[in-house]
């Protein structure tokens, strides 16, 4: 459904926009089967477990409703796609695809 994957990118870049530093660029890096969304932000690893819950806001509460990321997350559990969660310095989401021919 290209409107569900629009929203589910525009959602996980609206984020990264949202709660990076000002003045610092969001990376977007798209190979085969991964995509991958990073964007420096405050120096702490966020909890997984609760980062696509419906509501969860952390900072910036008046830019953020806390139902982009868990919107993001049902779309990809519904075509199969991965959403996962990483900090390396900087705070990453990757999707990643089926294998594609």
Same mark, same amino acid.
């Given at each position: ?5 629009? &929203?589910?990118?525009?959602? #996980?870049?609206?984020?990264?926009? +949202?709660? =990076?530093? /000002?003045?610092? *660029? ?19 690893? &966020?909890?997984?477990?609760? #980062?696509?819950?419906?509501?969860? +806001?952390? =900072?910036? /509460?008046?830019? *953020? ?24 310095? #900087? ?11």
């Amino acid at each position: 459904n290209e409107d569900l994957a629009i &929203i589910l990118l525009t959602n #996980l870049i609206k984020n990264a926009l +949202v709660h =990076g530093k /000002r003045k610092h *660029s969001v990376q977007i890096k798209i190979t085969k089967n991964k995509w991958q969304i990073s964007n420096l932000g405050k120096m702490k690893v &966020i909890d997984e477990d609760t #980062l696509f819950t419906r509501f969860r +806001v952390s =900072g910036n /509460r008046n830019k *953020s409703t806390g139902l982009g990321l868990a919107i993001a997350k049902a779309v990809a559990n519904k075509y199969g796609i991965d959403i996962h969660y990483s900090f390396e310095g #900087l705070h990453i989401f990757s999707l990643r695809f089926a294998d594609v021919k």
